[in-house]
């Protein structure tokens, strides 16, 4: 599922939407990358199974056995540190663009265990120019219960954060971030 139509500006989107009559929070994180499209879909799609080589929140990845590695079908495992717990999530492109100044892929996360919510991501990335693009990230999410949503909103956006800018370290300067320097960095 994506909301992040092609040539839409991030900036049009609201805040909450409805999926299958359940609200869901919308949280946008863009960040300006000093790579050419192809390079940061490389990365980003090309290595979607091996996420945790880039994200310091994200302990272990792997592709799920069975699954092509690329494109819609593609699954992978994730452990991640959520909140100083260990959570296991699986997620499964379910759309794939690949044109040459607009790439993007969403996903859904199909299977949870100890992370207490429904998500659906999109990540887009936009040719700026060569050797230039933007990066944004898509998370449409409800906790559950849901009245939880709210109260984890802030985390769940310095997460977002943290993964944009996790994909512009490591492109930038070829080595992964660490947690330490995403906090101290800011989304726009």
Known sequence: MSILQPGRPTTTLPDVIDVDGRRFHVITQSVQIGAGIEAVWAELAGNFAEVHRVQPGILDSYAVPGQPLQGIGAARHCDLDFAGRKVAIKERITDWIDRPEHKEFSYDVYE????????????????????????????VV????AFMTRFMLGRLRAAS????????????????????????????
């Open 112 to 139: 949870s265990r100890g992370f207490p919510a429904k998500v659906y991501n999109t990540w887009r990335v936009r040719s700026l120019g060569p050797g230039r693009s933007e990066l944004t990230a898509l998370f």
């Open 142 to 145: 409800r906790m559950r219960p």
């Open 161 to 188: 954060c943290g993964s944009v800018l996790g994909f512009k370290h490591f492109l930038e300067s070829g080595v992964p971030a660490t947690s330490a320097e995403l906090l101290a960095a800011t989304c726009s």
